[in-house]
């Protein structure tokens, strides 16, 4: 297959990442004493800096493959809410679709890092779901950007309030009725509201507590495929995707089934790898591939990105590379 042929429809496609958004942020230093106010470390800050995380994480993914993502949140009126959307614009990420709220606050995680290691973490966020008010916003930019056309759109769920079940539900039924295709990286809060969309991609862990069931996959696959059924009909989801960490990806679509195995990598860090799989899955399914091909590409993606320390996008030519290598 002509993959290079294939990685350049990913280009231009409008994709949007509709979910919570949030800063990581870092700050680092040495660490060569405890504090005598308490047996604390001392940290020398020779170094602050900040990110893009959460959906926003999702929306990098995209545009290091040349799409053209969009990012749809509420997120606070307060300083933090500025920095976002000043780095979405350094990330050439369009924030049309955020909501600015004076009664929310901005998602700020600070990582504190000691000689390399990190020491705390310290997390200003508001958790409870977005209001009536807020809602409405939200779906109005929602329907804006659809008229303007849209490729894709994915659901990025942290539980962080942004994805309520009339958000998800009204979203759902916007796209359906308008021919696009929709994606969802779930979390448990919400598992069972994502009802009629395109591609569900749960990790197994995430399987497993949303059903309410447990398992070893090893040992026993017929129930992991049983848990995909029961999935399937509580969801009428048309493919499952499912990412099972070193045992690889599994997806299914009508009654076809497919297995991609993990390839053997140098692992340094599993942050982020979701963010990647989701990315690519959604990109391979809005350009039209078959459901075992999205599996591999999307699974490749994955394992480079867990090569990569911190949460990290990979590069398109990387990808490529690596695909053609893999699978021709």
Same mark, same amino acid.
Do not use: C, M, R, W
């Given at each position: 297959m002509d993959f290079k042929s294939v990685f350049e429809q990913f280009n231009g496609k409008r994709i949007l990442v509709i979910g919570d958004v949030m800063i990581d942020a870092y700050m680092r230093g040495k660490v060569n004493r405890i504090s005598p106010e308490a047996p604390v470390p001392i940290v020398s800050l020779e170094k602050v800096e900040d990110r893009l995380g959460g959906a926003a994480n999702v929306a990098i993914n995209l545009e290091a493959m040349g799409a053209k993502p969009i990012i749809c949140s509420v997120v606070g009126t307060d300083s933090y809410g500025t920095d976002l959307k000043n780095l979405l614009e350094d990330a050439n990420i369009s924030s049309e679709g955020l909501v600015f709220s004076e009664g929310r606050k901005t998602t700020v995680k600070t990582r504190v890092i000691g000689n390399n290691q990190q020491l705390l973490r310290i997390d200003s966020e508001q958790t409870n779901p977005i209001s009536a008010n807020e809602e409405t916003a939200l779906l109005e930019l929602v329907k804006q950007l659809i008229a303007a056309g849209?490729? $894709?759109? +994915? &659901?990025?769920?942290?539980?962080? $309030?942004? /994805? !309520?079940?009339?958000?998800?539900?009204?979203? +759902?039924? /916007? =796209?359906?009725?308008?021919g696009i295709v929709t994606t969802v990286d779930p979390k448990k %809060?919400? #598992? #069972?509201?994502? @009802?009629?969309? !395109?591609? &569900?991609k749960p990790?197994? @862990?995430?399987?497993?507590? $949303? /059903? $309410?069931? %447990? &398992?070893?996959f090893?040992?026993?696959?017929?129930? #992991?495929?049983? =848990? +995909? %059924?029961e999935l399937e009909s509580k969801l009428n989801n048309h493919i499952s995707f499912v990412t099972l960490s070193e045992h690889g990806v599994f +997806?299914? @679509? *009508?009654d076809k089934k497919n297995y991609a195995? *993990?390839?053997i990598r140098n692992i340094a860090d599993v942050s982020g790898a979701g963010d990647t799989v989701i990315s690519i899955a959604t990109l391979c399914l809005v350009i039209g591939l078959e459901a075992g091909l999205i599996a591999e590409i999307s699974n490749i993606a994955g394992g480079l990105v867990c090569e990569k320390s911190g949460v990290v996008s990979i590069s398109k030519k990387q990808l490529l590379e690596e695909t053609i290598k893999l699978l021709n």
């Open positions: 849209l490729d $894709g759109i +994915i &659901f990025e769920d942290y539980n962080k $309030g942004v /994805l !309520t079940p009339v958000i998800i539900s009204s979203v +759902i039924q /916007l =796209a359906n009725e308008n %809060d919400n #598992f #069972f509201e994502y @009802k009629n969309v !395109t591609l &569900f990790n197994l @862990k995430e399987l497993k507590e $949303g /059903l $309410g069931v %447990d &398992f070893s090893v040992k026993e696959p017929k129930k #992991f495929e049983e =848990a +995909i %059924d +997806i299914k @679509k *009508a195995q *993990a390839h």
